[in-house]
Protein backbone atom coordinates (compact mmCIF):
# COMPACT_ATOMS: atom_id res chain seq x y z
CA UNK A 1 0.00 0.00 0.00
CA UNK A 2 1.30 3.31 -0.22
CA UNK A 3 1.05 6.62 2.00
CA UNK A 4 -2.30 8.30 0.77
CA UNK A 5 -2.06 11.77 -0.68
CA UNK A 6 -3.55 14.75 0.32
CA UNK A 7 -6.89 13.73 0.23
CA UNK A 8 -6.03 11.09 3.37
CA UNK A 9 -4.72 14.27 5.32
CA UNK A 10 -5.90 16.59 7.47
CA UNK A 11 -4.60 20.04 5.61
CA UNK A 12 -1.11 18.56 4.81
CA UNK A 13 0.36 21.73 2.83
CA UNK A 14 0.95 25.16 5.27
CA UNK A 15 2.68 27.77 4.03
CA UNK A 16 4.30 31.19 5.68
CA UNK A 17 6.37 33.98 4.35
CA UNK A 18 5.95 32.22 1.04
CA UNK A 19 7.48 29.40 2.66
CA UNK A 20 5.46 26.01 1.82
CA UNK A 21 5.58 22.73 3.51
CA UNK A 22 4.00 19.94 2.31
CA UNK A 23 3.60 16.96 4.47
CA UNK A 24 0.59 14.91 2.04
CA UNK A 25 3.49 11.97 2.27
CA UNK A 26 3.60 11.28 5.79
CA UNK A 27 0.28 9.04 5.56
CA UNK A 28 -1.08 11.08 8.65
CA UNK A 29 -4.50 10.97 8.42
CA UNK A 30 -6.77 13.43 10.05
CA UNK A 31 -7.06 11.90 13.74
CA UNK A 32 -3.58 11.41 13.87
CA UNK A 33 -2.94 14.96 13.45
CA UNK A 34 -5.41 15.94 15.77
CA UNK A 35 -3.82 13.58 18.17
CA UNK A 36 -0.26 14.67 17.77
CA UNK A 37 -1.40 18.50 18.14
CA UNK A 38 -3.39 16.89 21.91
CA UNK A 39 -0.13 15.26 22.18
CA UNK A 40 1.95 18.82 22.13
CA UNK A 41 -0.58 20.46 24.34
CA UNK A 42 0.03 17.90 26.95
CA UNK A 43 3.47 18.62 26.45
CA UNK A 44 3.22 22.13 26.79
CA UNK A 45 4.45 23.29 24.02
CA UNK A 46 2.82 26.31 23.73
CA UNK A 47 4.20 27.82 27.34
CA UNK A 48 7.39 26.05 26.46
CA UNK A 49 7.49 28.37 23.24
CA UNK A 50 6.14 31.43 25.43
CA UNK A 51 8.89 30.82 27.75
CA UNK A 52 11.43 30.64 24.90
CA UNK A 53 10.89 33.79 23.88
CA UNK A 54 10.24 35.31 26.87
CA UNK A 55 13.65 34.68 28.43
CA UNK A 56 12.75 32.74 31.50
CA UNK A 57 15.80 29.72 32.07
CA UNK A 58 14.86 27.29 30.27
CA UNK A 59 18.69 25.62 29.86
CA UNK A 60 17.83 24.55 33.30
CA UNK A 61 21.24 22.70 33.43
CA UNK A 62 23.58 26.12 32.82
CA UNK A 63 20.46 28.27 34.81
CA UNK A 64 19.80 30.24 31.99
CA UNK A 65 17.99 31.49 28.58
CA UNK A 66 18.37 30.72 25.30
CA UNK A 67 17.66 33.72 23.76
CA UNK A 68 19.31 33.39 20.25
CA UNK A 69 16.02 34.73 18.48
CA UNK A 70 17.57 38.48 20.17
CA UNK A 71 20.09 38.81 18.02
CA UNK A 72 17.59 38.59 15.10
CA UNK A 73 15.19 41.23 16.67
CA UNK A 74 15.52 44.03 14.32
CA UNK A 75 12.51 46.20 15.66
CA UNK A 76 14.45 46.45 18.73
CA UNK A 77 11.64 45.76 20.89
CA UNK A 78 12.79 45.02 24.64
CA UNK A 79 14.38 41.64 25.38
CA UNK A 80 15.09 40.90 29.27
CA UNK A 81 17.37 38.93 30.63
CA UNK A 82 17.25 38.72 34.41
CA UNK A 83 15.64 42.43 34.23
CA UNK A 84 17.65 43.79 31.35
CA UNK A 85 17.06 44.92 28.41
CA UNK A 86 20.00 43.29 26.15
CA UNK A 87 18.41 45.16 22.72
CA UNK A 88 20.64 48.01 23.31
CA UNK A 89 24.14 45.77 23.32
CA UNK A 90 22.80 43.59 20.55
CA UNK A 91 22.19 46.81 18.01
CA UNK A 92 25.72 48.34 19.55
CA UNK A 93 27.26 45.09 17.68
CA UNK A 94 25.37 45.78 14.24
CA UNK A 95 26.58 49.20 14.81
CA UNK A 96 30.24 47.95 14.97
CA UNK A 97 29.82 45.29 12.09
CA UNK A 98 28.42 47.81 9.69
CA UNK A 99 31.13 50.29 10.72
CA UNK A 100 33.89 47.27 9.74
CA UNK A 101 32.36 46.95 7.07
CA UNK A 102 33.43 50.67 5.79
CA UNK A 103 36.47 50.54 6.98
CA UNK A 104 37.96 47.04 5.16
CA UNK A 105 40.17 48.17 2.44
CA UNK A 106 42.40 46.38 0.33
CA UNK A 107 41.78 42.79 2.20
CA UNK A 108 42.64 39.97 -0.06
CA UNK A 109 41.69 37.01 2.90
CA UNK A 110 39.79 36.63 5.66
CA UNK A 111 40.84 33.30 8.14
CA UNK A 112 37.90 32.32 10.00
CA UNK A 113 38.91 30.60 12.87
CA UNK A 114 36.82 28.50 15.20
CA UNK A 115 34.83 25.11 15.55
CA UNK A 116 32.01 23.54 15.86
CA UNK A 117 28.87 26.11 16.23
CA UNK A 118 31.60 28.85 15.80
CA UNK A 119 31.93 27.19 12.26
CA UNK A 120 29.34 25.64 11.09
CA UNK A 121 26.57 28.23 10.23
CA UNK A 122 28.94 30.95 8.29
CA UNK A 123 30.71 28.70 6.59
CA UNK A 124 26.77 27.73 5.20
CA UNK A 125 26.19 31.12 4.84
CA UNK A 126 29.17 32.04 2.90
CA UNK A 127 28.89 28.57 0.80
CA UNK A 128 25.22 29.43 -0.20
CA UNK A 129 24.89 32.72 -0.66
CA UNK A 130 28.03 32.64 -3.10
CA UNK A 131 25.51 30.88 -5.26
CA UNK A 132 22.89 33.91 -5.17
CA UNK A 133 22.94 35.39 -8.95
CA UNK A 134 24.00 38.95 -8.98
CA UNK A 135 24.79 39.39 -4.93
CA UNK A 136 26.86 42.06 -4.40
CA UNK A 137 30.38 40.61 -3.41
CA UNK A 138 33.36 42.23 -2.09
CA UNK A 139 35.37 39.04 -3.20
CA UNK A 140 37.50 38.45 -0.46
CA UNK A 141 38.84 35.07 0.01
CA UNK A 142 37.20 33.57 3.02
CA UNK A 143 38.89 30.76 4.68
CA UNK A 144 37.23 28.74 7.52
CA UNK A 145 39.49 27.22 9.88
CA UNK A 146 38.40 24.47 12.73
CA UNK A 147 40.34 21.09 11.87
CA UNK A 148 43.34 20.86 14.43
CA UNK A 149 44.84 18.78 11.31
CA UNK A 150 47.34 20.84 10.27
CA UNK A 151 46.15 19.76 6.32
CA UNK A 152 42.90 22.20 6.75
CA UNK A 153 45.68 25.25 8.42
CA UNK A 154 48.70 24.17 5.36
CA UNK A 155 46.00 24.93 2.51
CA UNK A 156 44.88 27.81 4.14
CA UNK A 157 48.74 28.94 4.81
CA UNK A 158 49.37 28.43 0.56
CA UNK A 159 46.80 30.59 -0.64
CA UNK A 160 46.21 33.32 1.53
CA UNK A 161 48.52 36.54 1.00
CA UNK A 162 49.72 37.41 5.06
CA UNK A 163 50.21 41.33 4.13
CA UNK A 164 46.90 41.59 3.22
CA UNK A 165 45.00 39.37 5.55
CA UNK A 166 42.55 39.60 8.34
CA UNK A 167 42.00 36.94 10.80
CA UNK A 168 38.44 36.51 12.80
CA UNK A 169 39.10 34.07 15.84
CA UNK A 170 35.88 33.15 17.70
CA UNK A 171 35.64 31.10 20.57
CA UNK A 172 32.65 31.68 23.20
CA UNK A 173 34.98 30.53 26.10
CA UNK A 174 38.48 31.64 24.32
CA UNK A 175 39.55 28.72 25.52
CA UNK A 176 38.43 25.97 22.75
CA UNK A 177 41.74 23.94 22.17
CA UNK A 178 41.65 23.45 18.72
CA UNK A 179 40.33 27.62 18.05
CA UNK A 180 43.43 28.65 20.32
CA UNK A 181 46.09 26.33 18.43
CA UNK A 182 45.35 27.32 15.01
CA UNK A 183 45.15 31.01 16.05
CA UNK A 184 48.75 30.93 17.54
CA UNK A 185 49.90 29.45 14.30
CA UNK A 186 48.08 32.19 12.17
CA UNK A 187 50.07 34.69 14.23
CA UNK A 188 53.24 32.65 14.23
CA UNK A 189 52.50 32.52 10.23
CA UNK A 190 51.89 36.27 10.20
CA UNK A 191 55.20 37.32 12.02
CA UNK A 192 57.16 34.93 10.26
CA UNK A 193 56.09 36.92 6.80
CA UNK A 194 57.39 39.80 8.59
CA UNK A 195 54.68 41.37 9.86
CA UNK A 196 55.40 43.50 12.80
CA UNK A 197 53.96 43.14 16.49
CA UNK A 198 51.84 45.67 15.40
CA UNK A 199 50.81 45.13 12.30
CA UNK A 200 49.69 41.65 13.48
CA UNK A 201 47.65 43.05 16.33
CA UNK A 202 45.93 45.27 13.36
CA UNK A 203 44.82 42.12 11.79
CA UNK A 204 43.59 40.08 14.56
CA UNK A 205 39.71 40.31 15.36
CA UNK A 206 37.77 38.26 18.00
CA UNK A 207 34.14 37.15 18.36
CA UNK A 208 33.69 35.66 22.66
CA UNK A 209 32.07 35.93 25.84
CA UNK A 210 35.29 35.98 27.04
CA UNK A 211 36.78 39.44 26.41
CA UNK A 212 39.60 39.04 29.26
CA UNK A 213 40.62 36.28 27.68
CA UNK A 214 40.79 37.66 23.98
CA UNK A 215 42.49 40.90 25.27
CA UNK A 216 45.03 38.91 27.24
CA UNK A 217 46.02 36.80 23.54
CA UNK A 218 46.52 40.66 22.47
CA UNK A 219 43.77 41.69 20.40
CA UNK A 220 42.77 44.64 20.67
CA UNK A 221 39.42 46.11 22.93
CA UNK A 222 37.31 47.55 19.35
CA UNK A 223 38.61 44.54 17.68
CA UNK A 224 36.54 42.27 20.22
CA UNK A 225 33.14 41.68 19.17
CA UNK A 226 31.08 40.18 22.34
CA UNK A 227 28.27 37.71 22.50
CA UNK A 228 26.88 36.55 25.33
CA UNK A 229 26.46 33.33 27.73
CA UNK A 230 22.53 33.48 26.57
CA UNK A 231 23.41 32.05 23.03
CA UNK A 232 24.26 28.66 22.33
CA UNK A 233 26.99 27.88 19.85
CA UNK A 234 25.09 26.50 17.88
CA UNK A 235 22.63 28.83 17.45
CA UNK A 236 25.13 32.09 16.95
CA UNK A 237 25.59 32.74 13.39
CA UNK A 238 23.05 35.95 14.29
CA UNK A 239 25.95 37.27 16.27
CA UNK A 240 28.77 38.81 15.35
CA UNK A 241 29.91 35.11 14.55
CA UNK A 242 28.17 36.37 11.25
CA UNK A 243 30.84 38.72 10.67
CA UNK A 244 32.09 36.85 7.40
CA UNK A 245 28.52 37.33 5.94
CA UNK A 246 28.64 41.43 6.53
CA UNK A 247 32.36 41.64 5.76
CA UNK A 248 31.50 39.70 1.66
CA UNK A 249 28.13 40.58 1.01
CA UNK A 250 27.58 44.12 2.86
CA UNK A 251 25.86 44.72 5.98
CA UNK A 252 22.13 45.25 4.37
CA UNK A 253 22.46 41.24 3.26
CA UNK A 254 23.08 40.57 6.71
CA UNK A 255 20.29 42.45 7.56
CA UNK A 256 18.45 40.55 5.06
CA UNK A 257 19.24 37.23 6.61
CA UNK A 258 18.31 38.22 10.36
CA UNK A 259 15.01 39.63 8.92
CA UNK A 260 14.34 36.21 7.38
CA UNK A 261 15.04 34.47 10.36
CA UNK A 262 13.22 37.10 12.42
CA UNK A 263 10.39 36.30 10.17
CA UNK A 264 10.06 32.88 11.29
CA UNK A 265 10.27 33.44 14.81
CA UNK A 266 6.97 35.37 14.65
CA UNK A 267 5.56 32.69 12.99
CA UNK A 268 6.77 29.95 15.71
CA UNK A 269 5.97 32.32 18.66
CA UNK A 270 2.29 33.82 16.87
CA UNK A 271 0.79 30.75 15.05
CA UNK A 272 -1.68 28.45 16.41
CA UNK A 273 0.21 24.51 16.68
CA UNK A 274 -2.05 23.45 13.43
CA UNK A 275 -0.50 25.52 11.28
CA UNK A 276 3.19 26.22 12.67
CA UNK A 277 5.78 24.97 10.81
CA UNK A 278 8.28 24.27 13.04
CA UNK A 279 5.49 22.35 15.03
CA UNK A 280 4.37 20.20 11.89
CA UNK A 281 7.80 19.68 11.04
CA UNK A 282 8.60 18.07 14.75
CA UNK A 283 5.10 16.03 15.21
CA UNK A 284 5.73 14.71 11.84
CA UNK A 285 9.06 13.05 12.70
CA UNK A 286 7.60 12.51 16.40
CA UNK A 287 4.97 10.46 14.95
CA UNK A 288 7.35 8.26 13.00
CA UNK A 289 9.52 7.42 15.70
CA UNK A 290 6.04 5.99 17.73
CA UNK A 291 5.17 4.53 14.76
CA UNK A 292 8.13 2.69 12.98
CA UNK A 293 10.36 3.79 15.83
CA UNK A 294 12.84 5.21 13.12
CA UNK A 295 16.18 5.57 14.14
CA UNK A 296 17.80 8.21 11.48
CA UNK A 297 16.29 10.86 9.06
CA UNK A 298 17.65 12.75 6.20
CA UNK A 299 17.47 16.09 4.73
CA UNK A 300 18.27 16.53 0.89
CA UNK A 301 18.32 20.16 -0.20
CA UNK A 302 17.85 19.86 -4.09
CA UNK A 303 19.70 23.01 -4.49
CA UNK A 304 23.68 22.79 -4.89
CA UNK A 305 23.70 25.96 -2.94
CA UNK A 306 22.54 24.42 0.33
CA UNK A 307 25.46 21.28 0.25
CA UNK A 308 26.59 21.94 3.41
CA UNK A 309 23.21 22.37 5.05
CA UNK A 310 22.98 18.70 6.60
CA UNK A 311 25.74 19.54 8.06
CA UNK A 312 24.72 22.18 10.20
CA UNK A 313 21.84 20.68 10.88
CA UNK A 314 23.27 17.51 12.22
CA UNK A 315 25.42 19.81 14.94
CA UNK A 316 21.93 21.79 15.40
CA UNK A 317 20.21 18.32 15.60
CA UNK A 318 22.21 16.08 17.59
CA UNK A 319 23.80 18.37 19.56
CA UNK A 320 20.94 19.63 21.00
CA UNK A 321 18.71 16.79 21.38
CA UNK A 322 21.06 13.41 21.25
CA UNK A 323 20.47 12.81 24.92
CA UNK A 324 18.92 9.77 26.95
CA UNK A 325 17.47 11.47 29.61
CA UNK A 326 15.46 14.26 30.39
CA UNK A 327 15.33 17.47 31.86
CA UNK A 328 14.05 15.54 35.05
CA UNK A 329 16.73 12.78 34.43
CA UNK A 330 14.44 10.37 33.73
CA UNK A 331 15.45 7.85 30.76
CA UNK A 332 13.44 8.90 27.08
CA UNK A 333 11.88 6.72 25.04
CA UNK A 334 12.95 8.61 22.13
CA UNK A 335 15.27 11.48 21.11
CA UNK A 336 17.43 12.55 17.97
CA UNK A 337 17.78 10.05 15.50
CA UNK A 338 20.80 10.26 13.65
CA UNK A 339 20.95 13.16 11.27
CA UNK A 340 22.41 12.99 7.40
CA UNK A 341 22.52 13.72 3.61
CA UNK A 342 23.60 15.65 1.27
CA UNK A 343 22.29 17.89 -2.11
CA UNK A 344 20.39 16.11 -4.60
CA UNK A 345 19.95 15.29 -7.15
CA UNK A 346 23.74 14.14 -6.44
CA UNK A 347 22.47 11.91 -3.11
CA UNK A 348 20.19 9.75 -5.49
CA UNK A 349 23.18 8.14 -6.94
CA UNK A 350 24.79 7.68 -3.59
CA UNK A 351 22.80 6.48 -0.80
CA UNK A 352 18.63 6.31 -2.34
CA UNK A 353 19.36 2.84 -2.91
CA UNK A 354 18.84 2.16 0.57
CA UNK A 355 16.21 4.79 1.28
CA UNK A 356 13.97 3.01 -1.13
CA UNK A 357 15.25 -0.82 -0.83
CA UNK A 358 16.53 -1.12 2.42
CA UNK A 359 15.22 -2.52 5.67
CA UNK A 360 15.20 0.68 7.96
CA UNK A 361 11.95 3.32 6.84
CA UNK A 362 14.03 7.08 7.21
CA UNK A 363 11.91 9.84 6.83
CA UNK A 364 13.20 12.96 4.51
CA UNK A 365 13.08 16.35 4.66
CA UNK A 366 13.34 17.28 0.41
CA UNK A 367 14.28 20.86 0.08
CA UNK A 368 13.43 22.32 -3.09
CA UNK A 369 13.69 26.21 -4.23
CA UNK A 370 11.51 27.45 -7.38
CA UNK A 371 13.78 29.68 -9.16
CA UNK A 372 17.19 28.50 -10.62
CA UNK A 373 20.44 28.98 -8.89
CA UNK A 374 22.58 30.72 -12.34
CA UNK A 375 21.18 32.91 -15.25
CA UNK A 376 23.22 30.66 -17.32
CA UNK A 377 21.17 29.63 -20.81
CA UNK A 378 20.77 26.12 -19.70
CA UNK A 379 19.75 26.87 -16.11
CA UNK A 380 15.71 27.05 -16.25
CA UNK A 381 15.71 23.43 -18.02
CA UNK A 382 18.15 21.74 -15.97
CA UNK A 383 16.53 23.09 -13.00
CA UNK A 384 13.10 21.54 -14.11
CA UNK A 385 14.98 18.42 -14.46
CA UNK A 386 16.48 19.20 -10.90
CA UNK A 387 12.72 19.94 -9.76
CA UNK A 388 11.21 16.61 -11.64
CA UNK A 389 13.65 14.46 -10.09
CA UNK A 390 12.67 15.79 -6.27
CA UNK A 391 9.31 15.18 -6.92
CA UNK A 392 9.48 11.83 -8.39
CA UNK A 393 11.75 10.56 -5.43
CA UNK A 394 9.37 11.56 -2.93
CA UNK A 395 6.82 9.99 -5.51
CA UNK A 396 8.44 6.70 -5.67
CA UNK A 397 9.13 6.39 -2.05
CA UNK A 398 5.82 6.91 -0.82
CA UNK A 399 4.13 4.64 -3.45
CA UNK A 400 6.35 1.93 -3.76
CA UNK A 401 6.07 -0.29 -6.57
CA UNK A 402 4.78 -4.14 -6.09
CA UNK A 403 6.32 -6.54 -9.20
CA UNK A 404 7.05 -10.06 -9.41
CA UNK A 405 10.69 -9.93 -8.98
CA UNK A 406 11.47 -9.35 -5.09
CA UNK A 407 14.81 -7.73 -6.53
CA UNK A 408 12.60 -4.88 -8.09
CA UNK A 409 9.52 -4.49 -5.30
CA UNK A 410 9.80 -1.18 -3.98
CA UNK A 411 8.16 -1.32 -0.39
CA UNK A 412 7.11 2.46 -0.64
CA UNK A 413 5.54 3.97 2.57
CA UNK A 414 8.43 6.15 3.41
CA UNK A 415 7.68 9.29 4.45
CA UNK A 416 8.61 12.89 3.54
CA UNK A 417 8.01 15.93 3.95
CA UNK A 418 8.81 18.74 0.85
CA UNK A 419 9.45 22.15 2.06
CA UNK A 420 9.99 25.00 -0.66
CA UNK A 421 11.42 27.97 -0.93
CA UNK A 422 10.40 31.17 -3.45
CA UNK A 423 13.90 31.79 -4.26
CA UNK A 424 17.49 31.11 -1.97
CA UNK A 425 18.84 34.69 -1.08
CA UNK A 426 19.85 36.20 2.57
CA UNK A 427 16.08 36.53 3.49
CA UNK A 428 15.39 32.62 2.62
CA UNK A 429 18.60 30.97 3.80
CA UNK A 430 18.21 32.71 7.25
CA UNK A 431 14.26 31.82 7.28
CA UNK A 432 15.41 28.20 6.50
CA UNK A 433 18.08 28.37 9.36
CA UNK A 434 15.57 29.49 11.84
CA UNK A 435 13.12 26.99 10.93
CA UNK A 436 15.04 24.31 12.11
CA UNK A 437 16.35 25.71 15.06
CA UNK A 438 12.31 26.12 16.00
CA UNK A 439 11.87 22.58 14.78
CA UNK A 440 14.69 21.27 17.21
CA UNK A 441 13.67 23.60 19.67
CA UNK A 442 9.81 22.23 20.01
CA UNK A 443 11.22 18.12 19.54
CA UNK A 444 13.55 18.68 22.81
CA UNK A 445 10.05 20.05 24.25
CA UNK A 446 8.36 17.18 23.21
CA UNK A 447 10.73 14.60 24.29
CA UNK A 448 11.56 16.72 27.54
CA UNK A 449 15.17 17.41 26.40
CA UNK A 450 16.89 20.32 27.23
CA UNK A 451 18.34 21.24 23.69
CA UNK A 452 20.40 24.10 24.77
CA UNK A 453 23.36 22.46 26.53
CA UNK A 454 25.66 19.68 25.52
CA UNK A 455 27.34 17.76 28.13
CA UNK A 456 28.17 14.92 26.28
CA UNK A 457 31.16 16.84 24.39
CA UNK A 458 32.94 17.28 27.96
CA UNK A 459 34.29 13.57 28.57
CA UNK A 460 36.53 13.02 25.30
CA UNK A 461 37.83 16.31 25.99
CA UNK A 462 39.09 15.55 29.59
CA UNK A 463 40.46 12.33 28.69
CA UNK A 464 42.54 13.53 26.06
CA UNK A 465 44.43 15.81 28.25
CA UNK A 466 46.64 12.67 29.64
CA UNK A 467 46.68 10.43 26.18
CA UNK A 468 48.08 13.70 24.63
CA UNK A 469 50.62 13.88 27.54
CA UNK A 470 51.61 10.65 27.42
CA UNK A 471 51.97 10.49 23.10
CA UNK A 472 53.83 13.85 23.74
CA UNK A 473 56.66 11.93 26.31
CA UNK A 474 56.80 9.06 23.51
CA UNK A 475 57.69 6.61 26.39
CA UNK A 476 56.00 3.01 27.07
CA UNK A 477 52.41 3.57 28.58
CA UNK A 478 50.77 1.48 31.26
CA UNK A 479 47.27 1.34 32.11
CA UNK A 480 46.11 3.71 34.76
CA UNK A 481 43.26 5.94 36.45
CA UNK A 482 42.89 7.80 33.48
CA UNK A 483 43.97 5.19 30.40
CA UNK A 484 42.51 1.90 29.86
CA UNK A 485 44.07 -1.02 28.53
CA UNK A 486 42.93 -1.03 25.20
CA UNK A 487 44.16 2.84 25.17
CA UNK A 488 47.33 2.52 26.41
CA UNK A 489 47.99 -0.55 24.03
CA UNK A 490 47.22 1.61 21.72
CA UNK A 491 49.26 4.95 22.42
CA UNK A 492 52.28 2.12 22.43
CA UNK A 493 51.38 1.71 18.80
CA UNK A 494 51.59 5.26 17.99
CA UNK A 495 54.77 5.31 20.16
CA UNK A 496 56.63 2.57 18.38
Known sequence: MSLKPAAQNSQPLHQTNGIALDSAYQGIDAAGWTSLFQQARK?????????????????????????????????KSPVLVDGK????????????????CNKWVGVTDVIHIGIGGSDFGPRLAIEALAHVPDIESRGMRMHFLANIDTAELNRILQRALPHSTKVIIVSKSFTTLETTMNAKAVVKWLKNN???????SKSLFAV??????????????DHIYPFWDWVGGRYSVWSAVGLPIALQYGFDTFKEFLSGAQAIDQHFKTAP??????????????????????????VIPYADALDWFPKWLQQLDMESNGK?????????????????????SNAQHSYFQLLHQGTEIIPIDFIAVREPMSHLPEAKAHHRILLSNCLAQAQALANGKKTDNPNNTYPGKRPSNLLILPKLNAFYLGALLALYESRTAALGALWNINSFDQPGVELGKVLAKPIEAALKDGGTVQANAGIDEVTAARINLFNQ
Not at 87 to 92: H, L
Not at 194 to 200: F, R
Not at 208 to 221: H, K, L, R
Open 324 to 344: SVDRDGKLVKFSCPVVFGSSG
Open 85 to 100: DVMPDVAEVWHRIEAL
Open 194 to 200: GLTDSQV
Open 43 to 75: AHLEQFIADLFSGKHINNSEDRPALHSALRNLD
Open 273 to 298: LEENLPVIMALSLLYQQEKHHIKSYA
Open 208 to 221: TANVPAAEAFGIEQ
